[in-house]
Nanobody, 123 residues
Framework: QVQLVESGGGLVQAGGSLRLSCAAS????????MGWYRQAPGKQRELVAA???????NYADSVKGRFTISRDNAKNTVYLQMNSLMPEDTAVYYC?????????????????WGQGTQVTVSS
């Protein structure tokens, strides 16, 4: 009943910028925390940035000052603005949304992932 769709990845030169989007659709009652993770080849998935329902944000040390996470509650969408990109930012980026949805007369809270979008930064 719930689907996350990501967009905005691609190939960019070092120093460039990209903006990722992740929109949730379905019988959504409320979106709680939202976040972006990334996984580079041969590495574990890591948290890049997160934002709470109240707008508090948290960033990995490696992206502080370069990336900005934001959310549009009316559109059930989370964004990741990535500036000053570096080759080490190359990875598949996944959005995550902890949300409450309505189904069959009941409310459920669960964790959903986007399909992933490739970000490649060339040197």
């Amino acid at each position: 009943q719930v689907q996350l769709v990501e967009s905005g990845g691609g190939l960019v030169q070092a120093g460039g910028s990209l903006r990722l989007s992740c929109a949730a659709s379905g019988s959504i009652f409320r979106i709680n925390a939202m976040g972006w993770y990334r996984q580079a080849p041969g590495k574990q998935r890591e948290l890049v940035a997160a934002i709470t329902s109240g707008g508090n944000t948290n960033y990995a040390d490696s992206v502080k000052g370069r990336f900005t996470i934001s959310r549009d509650n009316a559109k059930n969408t989370v964004y990741l603005q990535m500036n000053s990109l570096m080759p080490e930012d190359t990875a598949v980026y996944y959005c995550n949304q902890d949300l409450t949805y309505y189904s069959g007369g009941y409310y459920y809270t669960d964790d959903y992932w986007g399909q992933g979008t490739q970000v490649t930064v060339s040197s």
